[in-house]
């Protein structure tokens, strides 16, 4: 048995706030923290295990353990972008089977909205000493992967623009989403050019915020009274430019996905509700064919009509909006799309957007830049 089957998630929290100005960092994962305890039934007492990355102030997990006033036997700190808490989430299954603690936190927090933090490359960085003359910004090098996507499989800005729809259809009923307003393929189109082909509407939102997870092993798990989620497959990977040879069509979910459905034993077909990082339209479309939803080049396909739709196609996805159109949190939005996929196994989801009979699901991170140098994490969760 893998031992991250051997692991549940117990306890979600999402911050409400969408701009904090009067909050700080450590104080919104404290918040985080407590309530996803809260929703667990546990206390900050009965944590012995704590995960968080790169967006903790200071030395990370040391501030944080000590903000937080924890007794821990383990944490861990690694650090790959957004898609962070589902790796997070993962090691924290192998390390309870390992009997390296028995409730693990993770949380994951930020206040980029109230700091007005521009996205931009990290000249510092000795990996973006190439890119940094060229005064590159995140939506360029994902500019880059659409129309590279465009000229090699015929994909169109309407098929991209379909993403967002349906991320519209869904946040229409999430009060603390920040774009509320149902969104049409015209709506997409005329938006303003950020970088071509991708439009504002293409692009996610930027919030404060955060969340927490809480996971545990089954024994303390059957003791709660919360609904159980068990984490039944995960895979990690990371991709670079391997010298030269840039891919600009294909991420790590290849590698993630592939590794997490065999642990789980499931194909994509059986996936009733699916979380996808959505930093922009074009990181979706990507990572559905890279975890085998759809045949790489046809996800422009897959995508149109309303097939994310929930209650219209047959892969609903980001039912609480995603980052299109709820929240991006520390402009890393990995752990918001766990906490979605757990409230829809749990039946817990608005009830405009809940899935029938949602017993598997997936969630997917895609962390730092695809097309360049990227980590992805794949989660595949089953209602018990």
């Not at 006033?69 to 390390?95: E, F, K, M, W, Y």
């Not at 089977?97 to 949380?107: D, F, M, P, Q």
Request: glycine content about 10%; overall charge negative; hydrophobic content about 40%.
């Amino acid at each position: 048995m893998a031992l991250t089957k051997q692991a549940y998630i117990v306890g979600i929290y999402e911050h409400p706030t969408r701009k904090a100005p009067d909050k700080s960092v450590v104080q919104l994962h404290a918040e985080c923290a407590a309530g996803a305890l809260a929703d667990a039934g546990l206390t900050k007492d009965d944590v012995d295990g704590y995960f968080c990355a790169g967006d903790a102030p200071g030395p990370g997990p040391l501030t944080m353990i000590d903000f937080l006033n924890l007794r821990v036997r383990h944490c861990d700190s690694t650090d790959i972008g957004g898609s962070a808490p589902l790796l997070h989430i993962a090691h924290a299954a192998q390390v309870i089977a390992a009997g390296k603690c028995s409730i693990a936190l993770v949380t994951l927090a930020g206040r980029p909205r109230s700091e007005r933090s521009e996205s931009h490359l990290n000249t510092t960085q000795p990996n973006t000493m190439w890119e940094a003359p060229l005064q590159v910004k995140t939506a360029d090098i994902y500019a880059m992967c659409a129309r590279r996507h465009m000229h090699d499989y015929g994909t169109t800005s309407e098929q991209l623009a379909w993403i967002k729809v349906a991320a519209s259809h869904h946040a229409q009923h999430n009060p603390q989403a920040m774009l509320r307003k149902v969104t049409s393929v015209e709506d997409v189109l005329s938006s303003p050019i950020v970088s071509d082909p991708l439009r504002r509407f293409d692009c996610c939102v930027t919030s404060d915020g955060g969340g927490a997870i809480v996971v545990t092993c089954p024994e303390i798990a059957m003791s709660l009274k919360r609904p159980r989620v068990k984490v039944i497959g995960a895979g990690e990977a990371v991709q670079g430019q391997w010298a030269g040879e840039v891919e600009l069509t294909a991420s790590a979910a290849r590698q993630s996905g592939a590794i997490a459905f065999a642990e789980a034993g499931v194909r994509p077909t059986d996936i009733r509700y699916a979380s996808i990082y959505d930093s922009f339209t074009i990181t979706v479309l990507i990572a559905l064919e890279d975890l085998g939803f759809c045949e790489k080049g046809s996800g422009g396909r897959f995508v149109a009509g309303g097939n994310l739709i929930s209650g219209i196609g047959r892969l609903p996805f980001n039912t609480d909006g995603g980052g299109l159109c709820n929240n991006h949190p520390a402009m890393r939005g990995g752990i918001t799309k766990v906490i979605e996929a757990v409230r829809q196994l749990r039946g817990e989801a608005h009830p405009a957007v809940q899935v029938d009979d949602c017993a598997l699901a997936l969630a997917h991170g895609t962390g730092w830049l695809m097309g360049t140098r990227h980590g992805s994490a794949t989660l595949i969760l089953e209602r018990e």
